[in-house]
């Protein structure tokens, strides 16, 4: 049955389980795909990874014949404008080159070769429906890995999916360990690749080995998922703006030193701080 959701300020239903109204989907042909393809199906879904999408973002994939949409929701749903929907990026289906299952079909991790996001649906029946489009349009002869999820990583990733965890927390933590690491040691310095300089960077593997050694993590695949965790949530940031922490040599970058003006830096404060006292403070162990 398909899933509508009101608009209260217009009284419009938007259907996203099904076929979009008359005026959506003229605003998808005009608007948002391209002259040589057409509107094949729209997926509810939020959308994580990178600047682009924030964190758990309100979004829409729009599916075409060859490509895929990834369109951010903002502000109130409304039939006779379209300003809430934006559309940040689209990708090739053939440029697909993997995708990873979530937790009983309530997420993705998309790979394709310009970016990589994780899709949250919320709805296994969502998410196999996606899945089977994908199926249909991939070009013949192509091929793209699926991977289930990884065991050491199914209990954070569900905790991400469902939101149980506290954000204030782990950001507060992550700003601890940035000041900890700023002030006690010289991991954090300009670092020199192929013929670019990166500017305040520490290593993937210099960053588990001092969570392990201070104690805050016990072993190294539980350091992997808090670097994980802060790379979602913008307190560390990769040097290539890649969405995924690795324990290797790949550059880190905290979120203070990612901005020579400070103005983002100090907006992503604000909005911690926001949060954190909305929800009565935290208190870390």
């Avoid at 009101?6 to 005026?23: A, C, F, K, L, R």
């Amino acid at each position: 049955m398909p899933i509508t959701e009101p608009d209260e300020s217009s009284g419009v239903e938007v259907i996203w389980d099904g076929e979009p109204s008359h005026q959506l989907l003229l605003h998808y042909e005009l608007e948002i795909i391209r002259e040589e393809e057409e509107f094949v199906r729209h997926f509810k879904c939020e959308l994580s990874g990178g600047i682009a999408f924030g964190v758990h973002s309100p979004g829409v994939l729009v599916v075409s014949t060859k490509r895929c949409y990834f369109c951010l929701r903002k502000g109130e749903m409304r039939m006779d404008s379209f300003d809430w929907l934006v559309c940040v990026d689209s990708c090739r289906l053939d440029s697909l080159d993997r995708i990873t299952l979530g937790l009983e079909y309530q997420y993705l991790f998309l790979t394709f070769s310009s970016l990589s996001c994780t899709v949250i649906f919320r709805d296994s029946d969502r998410c196999r429906a996606f899945l089977s489009q994908i199926e249909a349009r991939f070009p013949s002869g192509k091929k793209y890995k699926v991977a289930p999820t990884c065991s050491k990583t199914a209990y954070n990733l569900k905790r991400q999916v469902l939101k149980v965890e506290n954000r204030a927390a782990l950001i507060s933590l992550g700003l601890d360990i940035e000041k900890e690491i700023l002030s006690t040691t010289d991991l954090i310095q300009d670092r020199r690749r192929l013929m670019s300089t990166h500017s305040q960077t520490l290593l993937g593997s210099q960053f588990v080995t001092w969570l392990c050694n201070n104690n805050i993590r016990t072993n190294r695949a539980d350091g992997c998922i808090l670097g994980q965790r802060l790379l979602d949530l913008g307190v560390l940031n990769h040097a290539s703006s890649q969405p995924v922490f690795e324990d290797n040599s790949s550059l880190l970058r905290f979120q203070s030193s990612s901005h020579s003006d400070e103005s983002h830096y100090k907006k992503f404060i604000l909005c911690f701080k926001n949060e954190n006292e909305s929800s009565g403070g935290v208190s870390l162990v």
